[in-house]
């Protein structure tokens, strides 16, 4: 039922658009592992969908089509229909299945379509062909089709140079909730946490629905992350091994980088993730990079005003990922290890770290208070580096409206306060970002902050402030 669906205004739109339409449409519904393709895709459906099934992770291809049939059989189809031999029999047998539908629009889903293209099994080829010789001349066929391992969907299906080149009527790439719909997740299920409480959460869990809905109203914050990701049999303990695993064939190479990344939190060069990473620069690392930001998991900040490409920032934004890397990777087993974190150096370093993530993961939120949603403008990060020691700005919203905002996030549990030896830095920053502009822009000095900015002698410098509570507008 869609009034369980949280969230995903845009999606719902473009599904009411393909249900309506008057043509077969092939929808490929794209994102990274719990992220909730599923649970959309079903909830909105519902009533309409007349065959359903699911590849089976690491089963051979008899598995697959045996599977396959079973579903078919339990749909109707008379059981003295030839047994499928191989994937052409499948199709065959959908699309006689199909024929005999008096339903008007036809919903087929396939779940965890990568699953079922086990090697030399010729799955492709019979999708193609049961699209491109029956499905396409249709007019009320609607094939759903999704996947987890987001680099199979793209490179498969969605980039395809053979027979499905181009055959995808419509492609849906969902996202992690962003914290307004994480808010209403955790209110729908019975939670009462401040702004400041979901925003610690985020940063653990980022907007996974599957992690979230894990939760229990019953615990704290502190002891339900204890319980699901420190505790050794927690439901989550092992999931960062599990994620790579289901998403990506040779992980290891993967994680490599991944873990690289997690040491900078502004980011790496091209450059400096082989030279980190110790992985060869080429084809097998351009392949790792653009899958790993299909999935979400790092995203491509250009460095402002950079002549040359390979000073490109690629950032890990994936929030659990970086948890993982900060808080459990070799650091044994404690049921109450982050019980025992908190309000210590520790914790507070890491808040700030992870807060600069959960901004960049809400850039239209920022814009929005800024009032510049409808002014054109681009993200970059920057940086300087001379013998006084250089600077950095993590977010520059360069605008086309002749203004550039430079932002500053802080994380605090109160008003931030600029303090004498900060504001040296602030001024020092400002400077050598205005050297360093090839058009002299007008400068806005922004702040992200949690509560707000404390009045002083030197809160002058800052034109705007961006609230904790700003983040959660849609």
Same mark, same amino acid.
């Given at each position: 039922?869609?009034?369980?669906?949280? @969230?995903? &205004?845009? /999606?719902?739109? &473009?599904?009411? &658009?393909?249900?309506?339409?008057?043509?077969? /449409?092939?929808?490929?519904?794209?994102? !990274?592992?719990?992220?909730?393709?599923?649970?959309?895709?079903?909830?909105?459906?519902?009533?309409?969908?007349?065959?359903?099934?699911?590849?089976?992770?690491? %089963?051979?291809?008899?598995? $697959?089509?045996?599977?396959?049939?079973?579903?078919?059989?339990?749909?109707?189809? =008379?059981?003295?229909?030839?047994?499928?031999?191989?994937?052409?029999?499948?199709?065959?047998?959908?699309?006689?299945?199909?024929?005999? +539908? &008096?339903?008007?629009?036809?919903?087929?889903?396939?779940?965890?379509?990568?699953?079922?293209?086990? =090697?030399?099994?010729?799955?492709?080829?019979?999708?193609?062909?049961?699209?491109?010789?029956?499905?396409?001349?249709?007019?009320?066929?609607?094939?759903?089709? #999704?996947?987890?391992?987001?680099?199979?969907?793209?490179?498969?299906?969605?980039?395809?140079?053979?027979?499905? *080149?181009?055959?995808?009527?419509?492609?849906?790439?969902?996202?992690?909730?962003?914290?307004?719909?994480?808010?209403?997740?955790?209110?729908?299920?019975?939670?009462?946490?401040?702004?400041?409480?979901?925003?610690?959460?985020?940063?653990?869990?980022?907007?996974?629905?599957?992690?979230?809905?894990?939760?229990?109203?019953?615990?704290?914050?502190?002891?339900?992350?204890?319980?699901?990701?420190?505790?050794?049999?927690?439901?989550?303990?092992?999931?960062?091994?599990?994620?790579?695993?289901?998403?990506?064939?040779?992980?290891?190479?993967?994680?490599?980088?991944?873990?690289?990344?997690?040491?900078?939190?502004? @980011?790496?060069?091209?450059?400096?993730?082989?030279?980190?990473?110790?992985? =060869?620069?080429?084809?097998?690392?351009?392949?790792?990079?653009?899958?790993?930001?299909?999935?979400?998991?790092?995203?491509?900040?250009?460095? *402002?005003?950079?002549?040359?490409?390979?000073?490109?920032?690629?950032?890990?934004?994936?929030?659990? +990922?970086?948890?993982?890397?900060?808080?459990?990777?070799?650091?044994?087993?404690?049921?109450?290890?982050?019980?025992?974190?908190?309000?210590?150096?520790?914790?507070?370093?890491?808040?700030?770290?992870? *807060?600069?993530?959960?901004?960049?993961?809400?850039?239209? $939120?920022?814009?929005?208070?800024?009032?510049?949603?409808?002014?054109?403008?681009?993200? *970059?990060?920057?940086? #300087?580096?001379?013998?006084?020691?250089?600077? $950095?700005?993590?977010?520059?919203?360069?605008?086309?409206?002749?203004?550039?905002?430079?932002? /500053? %996030?802080?994380?605090?549990?109160?008003?931030?306060?600029?303090?004498?030896?900060?504001?040296? /830095?602030? !001024?020092?920053?400002?400077?050598?970002?205005?050297?360093?502009?090839?058009?002299?822009?007008?400068?806005?000095?922004?702040?992200?902050?949690?509560?707000?900015?404390?009045?002083?002698?030197? +809160?002058?410098?800052?034109?705007?402030?961006?609230?904790?509570?700003?983040?959660?507008?849609?």
């Amino acid at each position: 039922m869609r009034e369980k669906i949280i @969230g995903r &205004e845009q /999606e719902i739109l &473009e599904l009411e &658009e393909i249900l309506a339409s008057e043509r077969s /449409e092939f929808v490929a519904v794209c994102g !990274r592992r719990r992220v909730g393709k599923t649970f959309l895709i079903d909830e909105f459906f519902e009533g309409n969908i007349v065959f359903k099934t699911a590849g089976i992770a690491n %089963m051979s291809k008899a598995h $697959q089509i045996k599977a396959f049939h079973k579903e078919l059989l339990d749909r109707g189809i =008379p059981p003295q229909w030839d047994k499928p031999k191989d994937w052409f029999d499948v199709f065959f047998l959908l699309r006689k299945f199909l024929e005999q +539908s &008096e339903i008007k629009r036809k919903v087929v889903i396939l779940d965890e379509l990568p699953w079922m293209d086990t =090697p030399r099994s010729g799955f492709i080829a019979a999708i193609e062909h049961f699209w491109n010789s029956w499905g396409s001349s249709r007019h009320d066929i609607v094939l759903v089709v #999704c996947g987890s391992s987001t680099s199979w969907m793209m490179n498969k299906l969605i980039n395809s140079h053979g027979g499905l *080149y181009n055959r995808t009527t419509h492609r849906i790439f969902l996202e992690p909730f962003n914290l307004r719909e994480t808010e209403m997740l955790l209110n729908r299920n019975g939670f009462l946490l401040s702004r400041y409480e979901i925003c610690e959460l985020y940063m653990i869990l980022g907007g996974i629905p599957f992690y979230l809905d894990m939760l229990r109203p019953s615990l704290s914050l502190s002891q339900n992350i204890d319980d699901l990701i420190f505790r050794e049999n927690g439901a989550l303990h092992n999931e960062f091994d599990n994620l790579y695993a289901a998403l990506f064939k040779n992980s290891d190479d993967y994680i490599k980088v991944v873990q690289a990344l997690s040491a900078k939190r502004s @980011g790496l060069t091209r450059y400096e993730i082989v030279k980190t990473a110790k992985i =060869p620069s080429g084809g097998g690392l351009s392949t790792i990079l653009d899958n790993l930001r299909w999935c979400g998991f790092i995203r491509i900040v250009p460095n *402002y005003n950079a002549k040359r490409r390979d000073t490109t920032l690629y950032q890990l934004i994936d929030n659990y +990922s970086l948890f993982y890397f900060r808080f459990l990777k070799n650091k044994g087993n404690s049921e109450h290890t982050w019980s025992g974190i908190q309000n210590t150096p520790v914790f507070y370093n890491w808040l700030g770290l992870s *807060y600069e993530i959960v901004c960049a993961n809400h850039i239209n $939120q920022i814009k929005a208070k800024l009032g510049i949603s409808g002014v054109s403008s681009s993200q *970059y990060a920057w940086r #300087c580096t001379d013998e006084n020691g250089g600077a $950095q700005i993590d977010l520059v919203i360069d605008r086309n409206d002749n203004t550039v905002n430079l932002c /500053e %996030m802080k994380f605090c549990i109160g008003e931030y306060s600029i303090n004498g030896s900060y504001i040296k /830095e602030l !001024r020092n920053m400002v400077a050598k970002f205005q050297n360093a502009m090839p058009l002299k822009k007008s400068l806005q000095v922004t702040f992200v902050t949690t509560y707000g900015l404390e009045k002083n002698e030197y +809160s002058g410098i800052v034109n705007n402030v961006v609230l904790l509570d700003d983040l959660f507008g849609s």
